[in-house]
């Protein structure tokens, strides 16, 4: 599969010390790139993702940012293209969850998980944009969720940064397809993470009965979606949202 | 002076795919020489690293004419 191959290339993700990101981070290096691995307070944890990383015979470095911060951003990118000379994909993973019903939601938890989830993809497209557009090439890679579209009871915050992103990811496709950058989202359904471990045992079960598949998804299940979208394979796709959720959406 | 103003023209001339005579002093950057707001955002991030200087995203959004980049590249540099 050659034109999955990506040997020779660069890569960033976003939240890459656990779960989806680290998932994500170790596809992409046993394609073949160099990775930046992003964590913004789990080091020991993002060490063992770079660690994985050398072990397929790849570069890793670690990088420490808070995404919803700009500077911490763009000192994040200036950072991974002194290390490893170029940037050609960005995967914007890193999300926090602060669950509550609308009426017991506090202003600060709202605020949260926006400037995460939503202003930090925004601060990650931004910040990869020029030496992208210098390259003259590019990928982009915004995790969204299948809670973005289909909504769900008590995470507002959540579900308004996840819609957020599918827009986001449209209006930076349609800004830097001239560029040759293509911009994507994945839409995880309920994966096996730290996040939703933390979910009620009655809550999964409740899950289980919306998944036509039966089961809830794997984290490498995501990262072969981002893989695709990074490749060569997808060369003529932007703009998309893929859903990978056992058919929760659909 | 004609030194920045060749610098400047040489870089038009290549980004926008323009003809050198085009690129006068007056010439607009989207009106007379069909570039679009990405195109001047590349322009600009070009002439920056040719020029060796930072031009603020308030400055370039105030440039629009070849003699206005060179103006203000000849009072940064």
Known sequence: ?250 | MSDVYDRVKRIVVERLGVEEAEVTNEANFKDDLGADSLDVVELVMELEDEFDLEISDEDAEKITTVGEVVNYIQSHA
């Open chain 1, 1 to 250: 599969m050659a034109q999955w191959d990506l040997t020779g290339k660069t890569a960033l993700v976003t939240g890459a010390s656990r779960g989806i990101g680290r998932a994500i981070a170790i596809a992409l290096a046993e394609a073949g790139a160099d990775v930046a691995v992003n964590y913004a307070g789990s080091e020991a944890a993002a060490a063992e993702t770079a660690k994985a990383i050398v072990a397929l015979g790849r570069r890793a470095i670690l990088v420490q940012a808070n995404v919803g911060k700009a500077a911490e951003f763009d000192a994040m990118v200036q950072t991974t293209l002194e290390s490893f000379g170029k940037l050609d994909i960005l995967v914007n993973n890193a999300g926090i969850t602060r669950d509550n019903l609308i009426m017991r939601m506090k202003e600060e938890e709202f605020d949260a998980v926006i400037e995460t989830n939503l202003k930090g993809v925004f601060n990650g497209i931004k910040a990869v944009t020029r030496p992208m557009m210098k390259q003259r090439a590019g990928r982009i890679i915004n995790i969204s969720s299948v809670v973005g579209v289909l909504g769900n009871a008590g995470q507002a915050n959540y579900v308004a940064a996840k819609a957020g992103v599918i827009g986001l990811t449209k209006s930076a496709a349609r800004e830097l397809s001239s560029r040759g950058i293509t911009v994507n989202a994945v839409a995880p359904g309920f994966i096996e993470t730290d996040m939703t471990d933390k979910l009620s045992p009655e809550l999964r079960e409740g899950m289980l009965k919306d998944i036509p598949l039966g089961r809830m998804g794997k984290p490498e299940e995501i990262a072969s979606a981002v893989l695709y979208l990074a490749s060569d394979a997808a060369a003529y796709m932007t703009g998309q949202t893929i859903h990978v959720d056992g058919g929760m959406y659909m």
